[in-house]
Nanobody, 123 residues
Framework: QVQLVTSGGGLVQAGGSLRLSCAAS????????MGWFRQAPGKERRFVAA????????YYADSVKGRFTISRDNAKNQVYLSMNSLKPEDTAVYYC????????????????WGQGTQVTVSS
């Protein structure tokens, strides 16, 4: 099992930056691919970014490509989401999640979820 704790959210002006962190418990963190998802008020949870267990492959939603970067540090059991050039439409609760599946862009394959952290981008 993996337990995930998400942090780093906050209030930022449009054009600003934030870095989200997700700390994982357990000795098998490096066996899991990791993903970030977000859910805006009144909307469905959506895929944002994902990274393979080794960090060698990354995937991004079109809406964040070129602005967000997912990374991981397996020695520290951490995954990060660096967010630049933030827009008001990025406002959402952001969740990290873990999966052993190779289809890491699909929310359905993620078994373990963090508690979410609020990101609010003001215009």
């Amino acid at each position: 099992q993996v337990q995930l704790v998400t942090s780093g959210g906050g209030l930022v002006q449009a054009g600003g930056s934030l870095r989200l962190s997700c700390a994982a418990s357990g000795r098998t963190f490096s066996s899991y691919a990791m993903g970030w998802f977000r859910q805006a008020p009144g909307k469905e949870r959506r895929f944002v970014a994902a990274i393979s267990w080794s960090g060698g492959s990354t995937y991004y939603a079109d809406s964040v490509k070129g602005r967000f970067t997912i990374s991981r540090d397996n020695a520290k059991n951490q995954v990060y989401l660096s967010m630049n050039s933030l827009k008001p439409e990025d406002t959402a609760v952001y969740y990290c999640a873990a999966t052993t599946s190779v289809s890491i862009w699909s929310m359905d394959v993620y078994k373990y979820w963090g508690q979410g952290t609020q990101v609010t981008v003001s215009s």
